[in-house]
């Protein structure tokens, strides 16, 4: 057997039951972050929730690229397009915080979860359209049926808070460009410096908007000083999303993606649960069914893709030359 045999299959992970456990903690991690951020939608101004998040991500993060790389060398021999990849990649994220903290302002948590998970079937729109990348008709029926899962999710919410309800769609949006451009970063950075440099980034550009309009009467760009009570809940949605985060990613070496994929869409019912037990929120009918629509169409595109890639797969095996297989 050949040396090539084992990368091939090194991907697969190496404890995907352990893999398993940590995506459900993430799962169960992430909604309690972001309930934090909706009790401090009516009293901290959006930036302000902006600077700290990026704040304590760059104090956690750079503590443990100095530990690691004990240098920043490595920082200045990164070349113009990771530095582009990046600056893209920090303006996404910045308004990914912001829209999601918007929108969980006017929408219960349940739902602005749900509606959020239409990037799934966004990210297999922009590789057929974008990319060019082949989408059988089963996947595409399947992208129909999931957006029209989350207008049944919207329209409720529409009817009784307007265009704010169209906040999560932003971020499924931004999401996806997030994770293309983080796709592109991959393999000239490591995920550490990633996180140092997308803080930095991001840090700078909300500089800008705060010195030019920081007390001119556009709230959203005031910096305020939190009270004990606001700091208790910024800094818990920080620590705890940075905690989810890291979980997810160990999660990914441990388990295969096609494994971990469908776990995701747990964080669904732990932020109904979480949604109801904090705020006494509850989907209504109608976005319950919308739910369920959305996310059984998502879970039937991840079973497409990953049987569109195993077809890829064993075609490849039968093209390999006999030398490359003995």
């Not at 901290?44 to 998040?53: C, D, G, Y």
């Not at 705890?240 to 994929?261: D, E, F, K, N, Q």
């Not at 595109?301 to 030398?323: D, F, G, M, T, V």
């Amino acid at each position: 057997m050949s040396a090539s045999t084992p990368k091939t299959a090194s991907f697969e992970g190496d404890n995907p039951v352990l893999g398993i456990l940590l995506m459900v903690l993430f799962c169960m991690l992430i909604p309690f972050s972001d309930a934090c951020l909706k009790l401090l939608g009516e009293t901290v101004p959006v930036l302000t929730v902006i600077v700290v998040r990026f704040s304590l991500q760059f104090l956690f993060m750079g503590a443990i690229m100095l530990i690691r790389q004990r240098t920043i060398g490595h920082i200045f021999r990164l070349s113009s397009y990771i530095w582009w990849r990046l600056l893209i990649r920090a303006v996404m994220q910045i308004s990914g915080i912001a829209f999601i903290y918007i929108g969980l302002m006017y929408m219960p948590l349940a739902d602005t979860t749900a509606i959020c998970f239409i990037y799934p079937i966004l990210m297999l729109l922009v590789g057929h359209v974008v990319m060019k990348e082949v989408v059988g008709p089963h996947r595409i029926m399947a992208a129909l049926v999931g957006f029209a899962g989350t207008l049944m999710v919207v329209q409720p919410n529409f009817m009784e808070v307007g265009l704010n309800a169209l906040w999560p769609v932003g971020v499924a949006f931004t999401f996806v460009i997030f994770m293309l451009a983080t796709r592109q970063t991959s393999r000239g950075i490591d995920p550490v410096t990633v996180q140092v440099l997308s803080a930095v980034i991001a840090l700078v550009i909300v500089a800008v908007p705060i010195l030019l309009l920081n007390g001119d009467g556009f709230e959203a760009f005031d910096l305020k000083s939190p009270s004990r009570e606001e700091w208790l809940f910024l800094v818990g949605a920080g620590v705890i999303g940075s905690l989810g985060h890291l979980l997810m990613t160990a999660a990914v070496h441990l388990a295969p993606s096609a494994t971990l994929a469908p776990m995701q869409y747990l964080e669904i019912p732990f932020a109904t649960f979480i949604g109801w037990l904090i705020f006494s929120d509850l989907p209504n009918s109608l976005a319950a069914w919308g739910i369920a629509v959305t996310v059984a169409a998502g879970l039937y595109i991840i079973y497409r893709e990953q049987k569109a890639l195993n077809e890829s797969r064993r075609q490849s095996a039968i093209e390999l030359p006999a030398e490359e297989i003995i």
